[in-house]
T-cell receptor, first 113, second 114 residues
Framework: ETGVTQTPRHLVMGMTNKKSLKCEQH?????MYWYKQSAKKPLELMFVYNFKEQTENNSVPSRFSPECPNSSHLFLHLHTLQPEDSALYLC????????????FGSGTQLSVL | DQQVKQNSPSLSVQEGRISILNCDYTNSMFDYFLWYKKYPAEGPTFLIS?????DKNEDGRFTVFLNKSAKHLSLHIVPSQPGDSAVYFCAASIIGAAGNKLTFGGGTRVLVKP
């Protein structure tokens, strides 16, 4: 079992669909993150959760809605996305939100048609 | 405005030779730097880090050098192996900053030829 597991690995959705990305970490960490990697761009931090509480929203549009029911699970709910939202979405975790060593999942490659 | 830049998008090196990856940053508040390695279809994995109180950190074949005055860091891989072929990201942060604001560079794709 890998440390951080993301599902699905690939997702194709229309602009009117609603879908969710799931992340689970088995490392006993207390902080979880969503990152976005668009083509030819650096990784961008989207959201940070520390002990289930959101501590960072990096000016992300409301069509992305995160949910963290416990320290091991993180979701990203998607609705009415735009084609420019197509990207690799990476989940990560760390011991605490001030611990710089992040452990990443394999990501969900999202295509919005 | 990118605060962390990797100006070489790709690098090709012969097996056994040295790979040198470069990274520049603009924010003088950054005091902790990391390198991550990413294979296709996998997430980035932590490789090596350095804090600003040091100018060198070594772990096996990997050495990171930090030049604070130039706001520049580099990763040396010696000797390079075919399994090192991957995309390498440098990242910078401010130690203890809430929200773990790791700022990443755009990555350098390394190809090690047998």
């Amino acid at each position: 079992e890998t440390g951080v597991t993301q599902t699905p690995r690939h997702l194709v959705m229309g602009m009117t669909n609603k879908k969710s990305l799931k992340c689970e970490q088995h490392l006993g960490h207390n902080a979880m993150y969503w990152y976005k990697q668009s083509a030819k761009k650096p990784l961008e931090l989207m959201f940070v959760y520390n002990f289930k509480e959101q501590t960072e929203n990096n000016s992300v549009p409301s069509r992305f809605s995160p949910e963290c029911p416990n320290s091991s699970h993180l979701f990203l709910h998607l609705h009415t996305l735009q084609p420019e939202d197509s990207a690799l979405y990476l989940c990560a975790s760390s011991q605490t939100e001030t611990n710089e060593k992040l452990f990443f999942g394999s990501g969900t490659q999202l295509s919005v048609l | 405005d990118q605060q962390v830049k990797q100006n070489s998008p790709s690098l090709s090196v012969q097996e056994g030779r040295i790979s040198i990856l470069n990274c520049d940053y603009t924010n003088s508040m950054f005091d902790y730097f990391l390198w991550y390695k990413k294979y296709p279809a996998e997430g980035p994995t932590f490789l090596i880090s350095i804090s600003s109180i040091k100018d060198k950190n070594e772990d096996g074949r990997f050495t990171v050098f930090l030049n604070k005055s130039a706001k520049h860091l580099s990763l040396h891989i010696v000797p390079s192996q075919p399994g090192d072929s991957a995309v390498y990201f440098c990242a910078a942060s401010i130690i203890g900053a809430a929200g773990n604001k790791l700022t990443f560079g755009g990555g350098t794709r390394v190809l090690v030829k047998p």
